[in-house]
């Protein structure tokens, strides 16, 4: 990749700025092995059908293969490590006086690295939780029955993820919404920007006159709308960013 150059602009707004949200996507992990969702040709998307695997109904239908696919996807972040693109928000963090990570991914790899304030969109890969009333379960018996069931309920146990057509956790929406519009620099990062309510959060910033930085090697919807763009994948933008 040519060496990017970071408009001077941009690096003064960072650098004055007090309020920072960082939104991010599946891009960010790429460069740690894990697939994202829309690559026409890597993505899970390209390969998996959502409506068969990302869905309530999906479940319902066949807990079996949900259950197996998303322990798949969990044993692949689970070996997966942070890359340059994590760890340069951890040193962001600790150079501007607040910093807000609003993360879309699911595999955990910010907390990895270190960063201490996220918020998860889409939940977590590495939680589990009860179908039938979303509490959190940390311990069940291998009886060898897919899914496992709840010792205390026996009810199917489920990823602690966020379906098409779920809402988002309670109250992490509403947190993302308010940092959003109250920060001086927002940063889309790795992300398609097509899955609503994430996708929506920029438009928080850009009402209220905050600045906005897309880092993404490909267009966006909201790439004419941004103040910058940074093209290039966030493993080599983010260090050259912060360094
Ligand atoms: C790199 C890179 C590198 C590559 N460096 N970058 C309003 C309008 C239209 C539709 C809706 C709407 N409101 C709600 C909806 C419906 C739906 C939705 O948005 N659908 C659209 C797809 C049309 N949303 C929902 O259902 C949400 N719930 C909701 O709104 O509840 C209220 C409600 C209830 C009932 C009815 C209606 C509303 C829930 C959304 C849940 C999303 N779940 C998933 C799966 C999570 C579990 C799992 O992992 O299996 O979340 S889908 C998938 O997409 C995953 C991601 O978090 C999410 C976003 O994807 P992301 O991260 O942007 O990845 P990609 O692959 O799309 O993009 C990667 C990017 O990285 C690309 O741009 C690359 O260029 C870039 N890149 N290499 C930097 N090295």
Known sequence: MEELTIPTELSEKLRAAKKV???????????????????????????????????????IANPELVWNWYAWRRELAGKAEPNPGHHALVAMAAKVPELLL???????????????????????????????DNQIVTEWAETGEVPPRCPATNSLLRPDVVWFGENLPPGALAQAAIAAAECDVFFSIGTSSVVF??????????????????????ETPHSSAVSFVLRGPSGSVLPALVK
């Open 21 to 59: 949200v960082a939104l991010t996507g599946a891009g960010v992990s790429a460069e740690s092995g894990l697939a994202t969702f829309r690559d026409a040709q890597t993505g899970l998307w390209a390969k998996y059908r959502p409506e068969e695997l990302a869905t309530p109904q999906a479940f």
């Open 102 to 132: 609003v993360t879309q991914n699911i595999d955990g790899l910010h907390q990895t690295a270190g960063s201490e304030k996220v918020i998860e969109l889409h939940g977590n890969i590495h939680r589990t939780k009860r179908f039938d």
């Open 197 to 218: 309510p994430a996708a929506s959060l920029i438009g928080e910033t850009l009402r209220n006159g905050g600045l906005t930085v897309e880092i993404n090697p490909g």
